[in-house]
């Protein structure tokens, strides 16, 4: 019996994929779920694991390394 209608990253959880407003050091979640997705590498990411996101771009990522990815393209490919 869930009675609670506001949401945010700590209410009630729902299942599947989230749908979320990344802010400055915050999220706010606007349809209730389980995770997100990364925007670079598509891993389901848990909400209560989300890290790394962007405000400009409203996208989720699920480790550093695709921050840089989608950030500076070139800064993760092989010197040599």
Known sequence: MESLTVLNKFGPS???EAQV???DG???VISPGTYVRCAITDVRIPLDELKYWSVDLQEAYSVPSAV???HFPGA????G
């Not at 993760?76 to 010197?79: A, F, G, I, Y």
Request: proline content about 0%; glycine content about 12%; hydrophobic content about 25%.
């Open 14 to 16: 729902g299942h599947g």
């Open 26 to 28: 915050d999220f706010r």
């Open 21 to 23: 407003q990344y802010l």
């Open 68 to 70: 840089l990815q989608r």
């Open 76 to 79: 993760l490919k092989s010197q």
